[in-house]
């Protein structure tokens, strides 16, 4: 069956530390990876986003890895801040080909807590 | 560019009773989807829709449709509740052309309680 798997449910880190959160699929062929942030309250919100022909891709302190190999995205937060805290989702396209306009299939999410 | 709205807030309504929530996506956004987001499920994918048509259909139920305006703003409706209703439903808008790898922009959601 397929399945979208993000590793840990709750990752405890201390400010100023990297944060890596690991989402692992089984049973998809994703074109590409998208990752979002949520906060308590408030729906998710985008924040980058890699193509199975891309092995990172980098946004300020945000670091994404895709290997299609392992079947796995690593998502990265260097210099974490307590600012950081919130859950992460992953996100794919189910469709093969990565064809399926507006739907996405979510991982359950990793709760990132940065103490001060 | 004003984002996703999504109305109402927040709803409690009865089992058996059915539920209209309404989106409004953003400026020059064709495509809007609905999720229902559970502690249990996580984020499901309900449906999508792209210039008042639906393009994309998730596993849930025929007590669930939607529909979308000319203008984009899409409704979802569930009807004849059931306490599992109880959710936060959440909106996208995307562009929704050309490339289906568009990140979506989410409203705020509406918490539904069915009691």
């Known amino acids: 069956s397929q399945k979208i798997e993000q590793n840990s449910e709750a990752l405890n880190i201390q400010e100023g530390k990297t944060a890596t959160l690991t989402c692992n699929y089984t049973n998809y062929s994703p074109a590409y990876l998208q990752w979002y942030r949520q906060d308590p309250g408030r729906g998710p919100v985008f924040l980058l986003l890699i193509r199975e022909n891309e092995k990172e891709k980098r946004k300020e302190r945000l670091k994404v890895t895709f290997d299609t190999t392992l079947k796995q995205s690593l998502f990265h937060i260097t210099a974490s801040q307590p600012a950081d805290s919130a859950t992460y989702l992953c996100a794919l396209d189910p469709s093969a080909g990565g064809t399926s306009y507006g739907k996405l299939t979510f991982g359950q999410g990793t709760i990132l807590t940065v103490h001060p | 560019k004003a984002g996703v709205t999504q109305t109402p807030r927040y709803l409690i309504k009865t089992r058996g009773q059915q539920v209209t929530l309404s989106c409004s996506p953003i400026?020059?956004?064709?495509?809007v989807s609905w999720y229902q987001q559970t502690p249990g499920q996580g984020l499901q994918f309900l449906f999508e829709y792209f210039s008042e048509t639906q393009r994309n259909k998730g596993n849930f139920p025929g007590r669930f449709s939607g529909r979308q305006f000319s203008n984009s703003r899409s409704e979802m409706n569930v009807s004849t509740l059931e306490l599992g209703d109880s959710a936060l439903y959440l909106c996208a808008s995307s562009r929704g052309d050309s490339d289906p790898s568009y990140e979506q922009y989410f409203g705020p959601g509406t918490r539904l309680t069915v009691t």
């Open positions: 400026s020059g956004h064709r495509s």
